[in-house]
């Protein structure tokens, strides 16, 4: 099945620089990648999310890209604030109807002002 | 937008008794629902993939007898943690899909809000 690794574990960085988090997966057949931000005991936040069919994807401060060949993923995060401060995770699946978003072991962004 | 409803949010019970958790998809049929468990500062790990109708399909490691799943309907998915233990205290959350809203945003998965059961 599945196997989506996720890096860092941990990061931090002063508010207004950028933030990168890569996700590299283990099945050719997955199509869709998104990427969630959880605050602790609340559900996951859908943030960004890019399909197969395309290799960049941006949406204000966050864009993430893809390369299907190497199989990774990648979250980047600009002009970094305090809010942006959470747990983020990836996931990635096959997006055949029954199959399950599988998820990476999270990053814990920190932000500091 | 598809909404799915957890509940209880949270719960609290004694060692050896059994809780039920549902899940509801309240503005779409969910033919299959998903159910994760996350440890503190941890991963979502799925648990199972429940299906309308017919058996769950557990992930390697997990407790069929443990972990009851039934899916009774195409709007509600229900986890019962049977025989609780200290250990089985955990974050569990449940996942729906909207089969419909594939081609939409978000591919048509939609998180219930997660239900924190402590076991005692």
């Known amino acids: 099945g599945e196997n989506v690794e996720q890096h860092p574990s941990t990061l931090s960085v002063q508010e207004g620089d950028s933030a990168v988090i890569k996700c590299t997966y283990s099945?050719?057949?997955?199509?869709?990648f998104p990427w969630y931000k959880q605050e602790l005991g609340k559900r996951p936040q859908l943030i960004i999310d890019?399909?197969?069919?395309?290799g960049e994807k941006k949406d204000q401060r966050i864009a993430v890209t893809l390369n299907k060949t190497a199989k990774h993923f990648s979250l980047h995060i600009t002009e970094t604030q305090p809010e942006d401060s959470a747990v983020y995770f990836c996931a990635a699946s096959i997006g055949q109807a029954g199959t399950a978003l599988i998820f990476g072991k999270g990053t814990t962004l920190s932000v500091s002002s | 937008g598809a909404v799915v409803s957890q509940h209880p949010s949270r719960v609290i019970c004694k060692s050896g008794t059994s809780v039920k958790i549902e899940c509801r998809s309240l503005d779409f049929q969910a033919t299959t629902m998903f159910w994760y468990r996350q440890f503190p500062k941890k991963s979502l790990m799925l648990m199972a993939t429940?299906?309308?109708?017919?058996?769950?399909?557990?992930e390697q490691g997990v407790e069929k007898d443990k972990f009851l799943i039934n899916h009774a309907s195409l709007t509600l998915s229900t986890l019962t943690v049977t025989s609780a233990h200290p250990e089985d205290s955990s974050f569990y959350i449940c996942?729906?899909?909207?089969?419909?809203?594939?081609?939409?945003?978000?591919?048509?998965?939609?998180f219930g809000s997660g239900t924190r059961l402590t076991v005692v």
């Open positions: 890019i399909r197969s069919n395309v």
């Open positions: 996942s729906a899909r909207d089969e419909v809203r594939i081609g939409l945003s978000n591919y048509g998965y939609t």
């Open positions: 099945d050719s057949a997955s199509n869709y």
């Open positions: 429940s299906n309308e109708g017919s058996k769950a399909t557990y």
